[in-house]
């Protein structure tokens, strides 16, 4: 079996059944049956639980693959995040405790934040944003990005939020594929004591992108920045009403496009809808976190990825939980700071990725030792599988063997958690390595090649066999892309998720990680050939092909093989190195940071052309097997590609 030999189990079984919730399962599986025998009845019930100025007229409207949910229903997401709670005991209660790279607190209440965003929505109309409009925003980590977010929700606007460690390319390829008319920026941001000139990176792509009529510009690092005829302060822009109307938006009209990578050179739009995507977070969230409204949940993501829009906006706010948004790095300036926040806040609930856990092991336990983590009450990871060893380490270390955790397996696509342990209903023993179940409506089925489920212990493909209300609901202008991206490989109406995924024999889910292109780099999705497109626009490289290695900090780290312009042989290898690492930093950002680059002479390729990443991907990892070869273009490219891989390393050690 998979991860599970690794770890000796029996203590965690005893541990685990010590802080079941209830026994076994049963309730679990009883949800799990009701929401099988009628979906969109059990989907249905579970709409009531968020506000809706209108009813739907249909629940599901199948045309696979465009499905559309609760159609005819009409509501508005910050009216069910902030209006609902004004009325009553949470009125006064913190939404938002940020804290800051410097150890500063600000704290929003529910009624500060729904001030907040009933400005900035005013101010958003007058600076003429309509429903249906696209707003980009590009901020730090700061409680304005929430604020920005609810605005657009709250008259209509579609959001797109760029993450701010993103470089110039990603923000103008995205301001212009979803025609934003507005960008909403800082003058800068901090990240490990250093200024991020967000607004210089704004200036650089506007004239590239003739679609945008204002830049807001919010004050946040006071560094001197250029303004320019399109610049407008975002503390002049909220000098409006106090109250702004929330627009009734049609339950399939788009909340927002998040931008994430896949297995071509372009970025693609998910795209978001309003009712379906709010039930289904709403759902799941009690069902995976079981929130109650004394809950302070410390959600790790920042909100640049999906992880982020969902956990630390949407659901916690419909819930009326208290979030912490933090705005740094987890070891700046110590390797301490998760758990000082932990700490000082009084988190109740950790949700993290296992690449933050990873680089804290290393710190050694002595340092979570020194602070009290005992308001916590269950630990979450997600974004990547997690090894048995660091999810022990988590339990004990972090827990104190009082915490279940929840490994909660979800894409950018599914808008929420699919996989995963649901404390709120039930709790069954966990394993540690393990995403344990799917979640009551979710059909989660491995496969194998040809579409036919594969037996327990075996791996395959992880497919969803049924619709579910938080499930994307197109790219943003390319439908056809949408259909043979997800629904194309199997069947018309079968969701390919791209991971590679088995079923043990007691029934528990493991991930094992891409069967596609897609990176995933300390937990962020980064596609092969978006880098390598970056790496071919650097003026000395004429090919590029890229692959990963398991990383001990990273979980994977970019390993690129180039193949250089002839005019440029002369360069030195160390020179152009650190040349195209700054290239790439400065395009895709720091994120993609090549952890090694290796030049060859040629590319291994198929004949019809394509780089075969298979084989790159077993030299880089050390294999000796590479497998079969019979549709290598030309055997010796390979011979040569991993000479140069072992002579470099050679170099290298
Ligand atoms: C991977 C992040 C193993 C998976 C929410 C998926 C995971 C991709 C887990 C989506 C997990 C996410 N265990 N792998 N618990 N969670 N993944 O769109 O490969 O950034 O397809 O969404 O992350 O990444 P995305």
């Not at 960008?183 to 200024?195: N, Y």
């Not at 977070?281 to 079981?290: D, E, P, R």
């Not at 710190?363 to 999810?391: A, C, Y």
């Not at 499930?471 to 079968?494: A, V």
Request: hydrophobic share 35%; glycine share 8%.
């Amino acid at each position: 079996m998979t991860n599970q030999d690794s770890v000796n189990l029996s203590g965690v079984y005893e541990k685990s059944e010590k802080i079941k919730i209830s026994l076994e399962g049963k309730k679990l599986e009883k949800v799990k049956n009701q929401a099988s025998e009628n979906s969109e009845q059990f989907w249905s019930e579970q709409a009531e639980n968020i506000l809706w100025f209108k009813k739907w007229d249909k629940i599901l409207d199948s045309n696979p693959p465009f499905y559309k949910w609760f159609v005819g229903g009409t509501l508005n997401a910050s009216f069910n995040c902030l209006d609902r709670h004004i009325n009553t005991d949470l009125k006064n209660k913190a939404a938002v405790i940020w804290e800051s790279e410097t150890y500063e607190s600000r704290v929003l209440t529910y009624y500060q934040l729904y001030t907040s965003v009933n400005k900035f929505a005013n101010g958003l109309k007058n600076l003429g944003v309509k429903k249906g409009d696209c707003v980009t925003i590009y901020l730090p980590m700061v409680p304005e990005l929430m604020i920005a977010m609810l605005a657009c929700a709250r008259i209509g606007a579609i959001h797109i939020v760029v993450f701010s460690g993103f470089s110039a390319q990603a923000l103008s390829d995205r301001i212009n594929d979803s025609n934003s008319k507005v960008v909403i920026t800082a003058d800068g941001g901090l990240r490990r004591g250093k200024l991020i000139e967000l607004k210089k990176v704004v200036d650089q792509v506007i004239p590239l992108c003739p679609s945008i009529k204002h830049v807001i510009v919010l004050k946040r690092a006071s560094n001197n920045i250029k303004i320019n005829s399109k610049d407008v302060w975002w503390h002049d822009v909220i000098e409006t009403q106090p109250y702004c109307e929330p627009e009734a938006m049609e339950s399939i009209s788009p909340l927002y496009i998040l931008y994430t990578s896949g297995t071509t050179g372009k970025p693609k739009g998910v795209v978001h809808s309003s009712g379906g995507y709010l039930t289904y977070l709403y759902a799941t969230a009690k069902w995976v976190f079981n929130f109650t409204n004394k809950d302070i949940f410390f959600c790790t993501a920042d909100i640049g990825w999906v992880t982020g829009h969902s956990y630390i906006v949407y659901a916690p706010l419909m819930h009326g939980v208290t979030q912490i948004m933090y705005e740094g790095t987890p070891d700046y300036p110590q390797p301490d700071r998760y758990w000082n926040i932990v700490e000082k806040h009084g988190a109740t609930i950790l949700y993290t990725t296992p690449t933050a856990l990873r680089m804290y092991i290393k710190f050694g336990d002595r340092i979570p030792n020194n602070f009290d983590l005992s308001s916590l009450r269950l630990l979450g990871t997600v974004g990547e599988p997690i090894n048995p060893e660091v999810w022990m380490w988590y339990f004990k270390v972090i827990g104190k063997e009082n915490c279940p955790i929840v490994d909660t397996w979800w894409q950018t696509e599914t808008g929420g958690i699919m996989i995963s342990g649901c404390t709120g209903i039930d709790a069954v023993p966990m394993k540690p390595g393990s995403g344990s179940f799917s979640l009551p409506g979710i059909n989660a089925v491995v496969v194998d090649e040809s579409g036919n489920p594969v037996d327990r212990d075996k791996k395959g493909y992880l497919v969803i066999t049924r619709p579910w209300p938080g499930m994307l609901t197109t790219l943003w202008n390319d439908k056809e892309k949408y259909q043979t991206t997800y629904w194309k490989k199997f069947d018309n109406n079968i969701y390919f998720t791209g991971d590679y995924a088995l079923y043990d024999i007691d029934g528990y889910i493991w991930l094992l990680g891409r069967a596609d292109d897609v990176l995933k780099i300390s937990g962020h999705r980064l596609g092969t050939m978006e880098l390598e497109s970056a790496f071919v626009s650097h003026r000395a490289i004429a090919e590029a092909a890229v692959t990963s290695r398991p990383d001990e900090k990273k979980g994977d780290s970019i390993i690129a093989f180039l193949v250089k312009r002839t005019e440029f042989n002369t360069l030195s290898d160390q020179q152009l190195r650190i040349e195209i690492t700054s290239h790439i930093r400065d395009s895709v950002g720091p994120i993609a940071t090549p952890g090694e680059i290796y030049f060859v002479n040629k590319l291994p390729k198929t004949r019809s052309g394509k780089i075969m990443r298979r084989l790159l991907k077993s030299i880089s990892s050390g294999s000796s097997t590479i497998g079969d070869l019979s549709t290598l273009e030309d055997g010796t490219s390979i011979e040569e590609v991993r000479q140069a891989y072992s002579e470099l390393h050679e170099a290298i050690k």
